[in-house]
C-alpha cells in the first residue's frame, strides 16, 4: 500500500494538471465565441455575393469564366491538383487534427486511383495551415509545399485574400487544375466533421453552400422576375464576384476551423478536467483509508508494545 506522503503528492500533481485544463478549457470557450461572432458578421455579404453569382449564371447564357469550367484531360496527360489543408497549430484538442490528416491521406488515395483507372496521372501538393498537421503529413511521406506558412490561429479577411490571391494566381497559370479545401466545418457544439469543397473550379453546390438554409433561388440580391443590366457587362461582373467569392469561401473555412479546433479542446479539456475531479476523489479515498490503516497499524504497536512491557 503506498504510504499517506506518496499519495499527497500525487493530490498535489493532479490538481495542478486539473488548474491547467480548466484554465484551457476557459480559453478555448473564449476564443471560440469570439471567432463565431466574426463569421456571423460577415456572413450576410459573403451570401449575398453568392445569390448575385447564381443569379448572373440563370440569367446570362453568354457567361464564359475559366472559374467554372473543369478543365479537359486525354489519357496520359496530368492532373495537377492543390490541396490547402487546415489544421492547428497546437494538439490537446482530441482527435480534431488526426481527422483532418485522414480524410486528406484518403482523398489524395482515392484521386490517384481513380486517375490511374482513367489512364491518367496525378500530382498534388499540400499547402497546409498548422504545424500539426503539417508534421504529421511530411512524416506519413506526403508532399507538402515548405514555403507556404500561414497561422490558423485568430485568422483575419486580410489572411484569407493572401492565400485566395495565391489559388487564383496558381489556377491561371495553370500550375493547378483542381484546388480542394479540406477543414472541419462545426455542425453544433458536440458535432464537428472534417470536410473536402472544391474552391476551383467553382461548382454551383458549393454557392449555394453560402445561402442561407431554405435559399436556393433568388431573393436577396433581387426579386425575382427583375432584370438587371450589368456594367461594363456581366463577364467583368462575374469575374469581380469571383474574387470575393474566394476571399469568402477561404475567410469562412478558416473562422470555421479555428473555431472547430477551439471546440474541439474546450470538449477534450472538459473530460481532462472531470477525469482528474475523479482522479482527486478516488486518491482522497485512498488517502484516507491509508492513513487509518497507519493509524490502525500504529495503535497495534503500541498494544503489543504494553502487553510485552507487562
Known amino acids: 500500500m503506498e504510504r499517506p506522503v506518496d499519495i499527497k503528492k500525487r493530490i498535489r500533481s493532479v490538481s495542478d494538471i486539473r488548474q491547467l485544463t480548466r484554465a484551457m478549457q476557459l480559453v ?11 463569421h456571423d458578421l460577415v456572413y450576410p455579404f459573403f451570401s449575398l455575393c453568392a445569390e448575385s453569382m ?45 481527422n483532418v490528416v485522414q480524410i486528406t491521406e484518403e482523398h489524395i488515395r482515392e484521386k490517384i486511383l481513380d486517375n490511374i483507372q482513367k489512364g491518367l496521372k496525378t500530382e498534388y501538393t499540400l499547402y497546409v495551415f498548422g504545424d500539426v498537421g503539417r508534421d504529421k503529413l511530411i512524416s506519413d511521406g506526403y508532399i507538402v509545399d515548405p514555403d507556404f506558412s500561414f497561422p490558423i490561429t485568430e485568422p483575419t479577411y486580410y489572411e484569407a485574400r493572401e492565400v485566395a490571391n495565391i489559388i487564383r494566381r496558381k489556377y491561371t497559370s495553370r500550375e493547378l487544375d483542381l484546388v480542394y479545401l479540406i477543414y472541419t466545418k462545426m455542425e453544433s457544439a458536440i458535432n464537428m466533421k472534417p470536410v473536402i469543397s472544391r474552391v476551383v473550379p467553382v461548382n454551383t453546390k458549393g454557392l449555394e453552400s453560402f445561402l442561407p438554409e431554405g435559399l436556393t433561388d433568388a431573393g436577396i440580391a433581387l426579386e425575382k422576375g427583375s432584370i438587371i443590366e450589368y ?32 471546440t474541439a479542446r474546450m470538449t477534450a479539456m472538459d473530460h481532462a478536467t472531470e477525469n482528474a475531479d475523479e482522479m482527486l476523489k478516488n486518491l482522497r479515498l485512498k488517502g484516507n483509508r491509508a492513513r487509518q490503516s497507519a493509524i490502525t497499524t500504529e495503535l497495534t504497536e503500541i498494544v503489543n508494545g504494553a502487553q510485552s512491557v507487562q
Open 231 to 262: 456594367e461594363p457587362d456581366a463577364n467583368a461582373v462575374f469575374s469581380f464576384l469571383i474574387d470575393t467569392y474566394l476571399n469568402a469561401i477561404l475567410y469562412g473555412a478558416l473562422v470555421e476551423a479555428f473555431a472547430s479546433e477551439q
Open 54 to 98: 447564381l443569379e448572373i449564371r440563370r440569367s446570362c447564357e453568354e457567361i464564359d469564366n475559366e472559374f467554372f469550367r473543369l478543365r479537359e484531360k486525354k489519357e496520359g496527360q496530368t492532373w495537377r491538383i492543390g490541396y490547402f489543408v487546415l489544421t492547428g497549430d497546437q494538439g490537446l484538442a482530441g482527435a480534431y487534427n488526426n
Open 28 to 38: 478555448s470557450a473564449a476564443k471560440m465565441r469570439r471567432s463565431k461572432l466574426q
